[in-house]
């Protein structure tokens, strides 16, 4: 009598392994175009100019990530809800005036004077929050008058000077510029993170099985964790033939996965995305949506005024221009471009940083070429349109494979 032969457990992961890389790559692609695109801007600017793969230059780019992607997070969690705050940019400035004028002319400690510039965006977050859950007001037309409103308060505290240097051996402006980690703790902390996120996969996949749920192979986490490891720590090595990486970017690539992490492990962060999805339905299940837009406004605001003090910490500065210029559509574009949709729902704290990374990838490849900022613009309004397509292109699939 012959046997049928069972597979083993190794050799049944290995199609489960492959079914889900083929699900990722032909369904929901996620970040990936996101990343594609950005491997293309490196490999065009790399062979127009060698140097903007070096290790000088990729440790700059980094540092000039870290300000514009703080402010990135606090819109990737407006636009998850649907709205928009055009008004980061001015409530940056802000804050970079209010700790340049009480470090230097108040004589405020450091400490002081952050927490007095925190407290003035959590208190223009409330403000947004209240006139667009009690009058009605759209978010559009709030932010618009916060943005001049909020301008206005920053040439008033700046003063008559309209400019104010920040001492360069002041901490923050050590922070953001001067402060590298060694090598042995970049190293340490790429570990940690690699087994953390794998961790938290196998104790997630253990709670889907328990409540009979379907699962994500083990190998597919394996392999993300040990992919990131292994670029975290290529990354790390490459930097460190320069200056190493900077404590002001691992600052913010923290911030990403404390974001991350509330977005998509607590409460609030599923109440953020049901709200985002229907604020009908998220209203009949019991979640209080005003409290959640208000709660919104105030991260959003306070993220601007954290890049803002790491912008000025980075220029040991501020001024009537801080703030301004391209930082408020910077910010909004990063998080569109980096898979945030605007109609709301959908998206990630990662987004910010992919995103961020994009545009200042553009940036900075511009400026090695020499090339004019109004190419820089139109190059950035086309991939921001692009992002823009994608993202309607994928909700109109969604919508379809629903229907069927």
């Known amino acids: 009598m012959s046997e049928t032969t069972q597979p083993t457990p ?4 290995i199609p489960a392994l492959v079914d889900e890389v083929r699900s990722r790559l032909t369904g929901n692609l996620g970040s990936l175009p996101v990343v594609v695109g950005l491997v293309i801007i490196c490999v065009v600017f790399q062979a127009l100019n060698p140097s903007f793969l070096s290790a000088d230059n990729l440790v700059n780019l980094t540092l000039q990530c870290a300000a514009g992607g ?11 809800l649907g709205q928009i705050d055009l008004s980061v940019g001015s409530v940056s400035g802000l ?4 700790l340049a004028v009480s470090l230097t002319q108040l004589g405020w400690a450091l400490p002081l004077a952050i927490g007095a510039a925190l407290l003035t965006g959590v208190a223009i977050g409330l403000l947004y929050g209240v006139l667009f859950t009690r009058f009605g007001v759209p978010s559009f037309v709030i932010t618009l008058a916060g943005l001049l409103g909020v301008l206005g308060l920053q040439l008033k505290v700046l003063g008559p000077t309209g400019s104010i240097n920040i001492p360069f051996d002041s901490p923050i402006v050590l922070f953001a510029q001067s402060w590298f980690l060694p090598p042995w703790v970049a190293y340490l902390l790429a570990a940690l993170w ?3 996120m794998f961790t938290s996969a196998v104790l997630r996949q253990r709670r889907r099985r328990r ?8 190998g597919w986490q394996a392999l993300r964790a040990g992919g990131l490891l292994t670029l975290c720590a290529l990354g790390v090595a490459y930097l460190a033939t320069d200056r190493g990486v900077g404590v002001m970017f691992v600052f913010f690539i923290v911030l990403v996965i404390v974001m991350d992490v509330v977005l998509t492990r607590t409460r609030w962060g599923r109440e953020v995305y049901a709200v985002g999805g229907s604020v009908e339905a998220a209203r009949r299940a019991g979640i209080r949506v005003d409290r959640v837009y208000i709660s919104v406004f105030v991260l959003c605001s306070s993220f601007a005024v954290v890049g803002g003090l790491l912008a000025a910490g ?14 408020n559509l910077n910010a909004i574009a990063a998080a569109v471009i980096g898979g945030t949709s605007l109609f709301g729902g959908r998206g990630s704290a990662w987004s910010a940083l992919l995103g961020i990374a994009v545009i200042q990838s553009i940036s900075n490849g511009l400026t090695l070429l020499n090339l004019d900022s109004s190419i820089r613009y139109m190059i950035t309004g086309g991939v921001l349109l692009l992002a823009v397509i994608i993202d309607s292109l994928s909700r109109r699939s969604r919508a ?3 229907q069927a």
């Open 70 to 80: 703080t402010i990135a997070i606090g819109v990737v969690l407006v636009l998850l």
């Open 95 to 98: 804050a970079a005036a209010i």
């Open 314 to 327: 980075r220029l040991a500065s501020a001024s009537l221009s801080s703030g301004g210029g391209d930082t």
């Open 194 to 196: 690699a087994g953390g």
């Open 10 to 13: 190794t050799r049944a992961r």
């Open 211 to 218: 409540a009979e749920l379907p699962t994500t192979p083990l």
């Open 400 to 402: 379809a494979h629903g």
